[in-house]
């Protein structure tokens, strides 16, 4: 609900919208009040102002406006069109004033609200004005208001206004042309209007009766009214300025004294805004906050809960190993005894086969002895293979040789074929190369006492017969094979 308080030359009236229809009141609604005014003592000041700038060009207008209105605290300063160059610009030559000599009564009628917020205070020449300034209005116009006791002039100088009067008990279509007339006639003989036969421009904010017939006896020119009043003229002029007033415009002229309840209250509204807003994002914070306090908690409690359960899982284990009689330790070694020691010894029987395969196509080969072991880490192959008695007196000599520790474990196998067949040297020589031949291509065996070795170097030593025919006894072979559980394949010895 808005209430504007109008206050003329025939006393205050209170007016309070409803709807979009304003009515008269006896008495002050909850406000916030505009007052508006419209008394004889208004005026507008034309201050000529030198070329300075900042402290002492306000300090300059502030004496001015002070000695132009001294009795009153209602004045303000109003926005002038400023045309030339930058430095008309940046320090105007000149600025409008305007104020209400009327103090004691306006005091007075505000104290009469009591604790009634007061929005502000405006003067009706200074609303008259700013709709004057529209730009569809151009030129020298005359702004004219018929009041229901009195008429109110403003006449406004290309955008700038320049005089107000309020005429009482002008209410009549040929007083209101007179009193143009006689405003035009004041601004010619002051010089602040040039003589002219042209019609003067007449903004009339009302239809009094016959006023356009004796508008153009007077050599006035009425205007149409600028927007949003162009397509359709308000009932009343004066509900149009309670509107304009109460979106409080430009031109405020009451102390902030009168209004600290009211710019107070604009204030708190935002203020409590903002607080809410601070106190939402306090909670939101502190809601994670908590949130995230009681996620670690639930996850400590998760822990500990799991840690419980392991320490119990642990201590039953520890009775049930100590139930068995036997220690973590001795368990764990002897799992690593299985692991590096047991689980990874090669397959006797798998290597026996691949032999025998080998053997096999040799018919007259016949397995006298064969000895399979496992070599510990370091040790020689084949040592004592090498110092047997049974072994030819060349093998010693190629055993001898320095034979390099095998980088890793490996597996023995020494043994003694015997030859049964009657034939040449030659032959059983070829026989035994052959059979050597075939051992030496088995993937990862290392043949490492071989009698071939020692017949060949009987012949050439001889340059005849062996020293020691191979038939007399049987020949020895000794070779290595890694720990791999190797396979043969089907019809490939």
Request: glycine share 6%; charged share 20%; with cysteine.
């Amino acid at each position: 609900m808005k209430t504007v308080l109008y206050l003329s030359a025939a006393g205050a009236q209170y007016w309070i919208k409803t709807g979009n229809t304003w009515q008269a009141q006896d008495t002050v609604g909850p406000g916030p009040v505009y007052l508006l005014s419209n008394l004889p003592e208004e005026g507008f000041a034309d201050i000529k102002v030198p070329r300075i700038f900042g402290a002492d060009r306000k300090s300059f207008i502030r004496r001015q406006l002070t000695s132009r209105f001294s009795d009153t605290p209602y004045t303000a300063l109003l926005p002038t069109p400023v045309t030339g160059g930058l430095m008309n610009h940046l320090a105007p030559p000149r600025q409008i004033a305007f104020g209400i000599e009327a103090a004691e009564r306006i005091n007075t009628t505000l104290a009469a609200l009591g604790p009634v917020p007061i929005a502000g205070v405006w003067a009706t020449s200074l609303l008259l004005a700013h709709i004057a300034s529209h730009k569809s209005l151009r030129g020298d116009l005359f702004v004219v208001l018929p009041d229901v006791d009195a008429l109110r002039i403003v006449f406004v100088r290309q955008g700038t206004p320049i005089l107000t009067r309020l005429i009482p008990s002008v209410t009549q279509a040929p007083d209101i042309a007179a009193e143009i007339s006689r405003t035009v006639r004041y601004l010619e003989n002051n010089r602040l209007l040039e003589r002219s036969s042209e019609p003067r421009n007449v903004l009339m904010l009302g239809d009094p009766p016959e006023i356009d017939v004796w508008l153009k006896q007077e050599n006035l020119r009425r205007l149409a009214p600028p927007p949003p009043w162009h397509k359709k003229n308000p009932d009343d002029w004066r509900f149009a300025l309670f509107d304009k007033v109460t979106t409080a415009p430009a031109g405020q002229l009451a102390p902030l004294s009168w209004r600290s309840r009211f710019v107070a209250q604009r204030m708190r509204a935002p203020v409590y805004a903002a607080s809410v807003l601070c106190l939402v994002l306090a909670i939101v914070l502190a809601a994670e906050n908590l949130n995230q306090i009681a996620t670690n908690y639930s996850n400590t409690q998760g822990i500990a809960q799991r840690s419980r359960v392991h320490e119990i899982q642990i201590t039953e284990t520890q009775q049930k190993i100590a139930g068995f009689g036997i220690s973590a330790e001795e368990v764990r070694n002897a799992v690593l005894l299985e692991q590096t020691e047991l689980a990874p010894v090669p397959s006797l029987s798998n290597q026996l086969q691949q032999l025998s395969e080998i053997i096999s196509p040799f018919d007259s080969f016949r397995l006298v002895e064969l000895d399979w072991r496992l070599l510990n880490k370091g040790e020689a192959a084949c040592s004592a293979v090498a110092d047997a008695a049974l072994a030819p007196p060349a093998a010693s000599g190629a055993a001898t040789e320095p034979v390099a520790a095998p980088p890793a474990r490996q597996v023995e196998i020494s043994f003694q074929l015997l030859d049964r067949l009657e034939r040449g040297e030659r032959a059983k020589t070829q026989a035994l190369t052959s059979f050597s031949a075939k051992l030496g291509g088995v993937p990862g065996l290392s043949l490492k006492v071989d009698p071939v070795k020692a017949l060949v170097a009987g012949n050439l030593s001889g340059g005849g017969a062996l020293i020691d025919k191979p038939g007399d006894k049987p020949m020895a072979w000794c070779l290595t094979l890694p720990w791999l559980d190797v396979k043969p394949k089907p019809g490939k010895s």
